[in-house]
């Protein structure tokens, strides 16, 4: 009886550990791939034609208790006011990018439970090249595997 109580005591633990590392941090592969999704996922609200299912798929990507800043413009966003502010700019028709435009990661610097990150807009171009535009700086937080934090910081 002791003997499998025990055996079933280690079997829990051994689960238990799985869980919390499960929500172990995102490491800079995680950071760089969820940064990548962000930024696809905003380029594809931004273009014309844009849908609310593209902008609950960007939206959809972070973490309940997410933070949006923006140093120079003051804003301040949660996860609803952000969507609100999603869903206003589209109903105005605001999104009419052309679908050859592109934000890209240019460099990062991976740090605990958060990346700085330099992004431009640019352009896809005939040749195959991108034009980019002037380069952009964001720190990008993390929480359960998830987007947290979003400072522009431009």
């Known amino acids: 009886m002791k003997t499998t109580r025990t055996i079933m005591a280690s079997a ?3 689960l238990l550990s799985v869980g919390v590392m499960a929500k172990a941090d995102c490491t800079a592969d995680c950071q760089l791939s969820k940064v990548n999704q962000y930024f696809d996922a905003l380029d594809t609200v931004s273009y014309k034609g844009s849908t609310v299912a593209d902008i609950d798929a ?3 990507l972070m973490h309940d208790e997410v933070k949006y800043e923006h140093v120079e413009y003051l804003a301040n966003f949660d996860k609803p006011a952000w969507r609100r502010a ?3 700019n589209h109903e105005s028709g605001r999104y009419d990018s052309a679908t050859n435009r592109e934000i890209r990661v240019l ?3 991976p740090g605990k439970n958060h990346v700085a990150v330099e992004y ?3 352009f896809n171009q005939a040749d195959g090249s991108w034009q980019r ?3 952009r700086l964001a720190v ?3 929480k359960e595997g998830k987007i947290s934090l979003i400072r522009e910081l431009w």
């Open 12 to 14: 829990f633990l051994s």
């Open 58 to 60: 960007l939206i959809g």
């Open 86 to 88: 999603f869903l206003r």
């Open 107 to 109: 460099r990062t610097i």
């Open 120 to 122: 431009a807009y640019g």
């Open 133 to 135: 535009q002037e380069p």
């Open 140 to 142: 990008f937080g993390f």
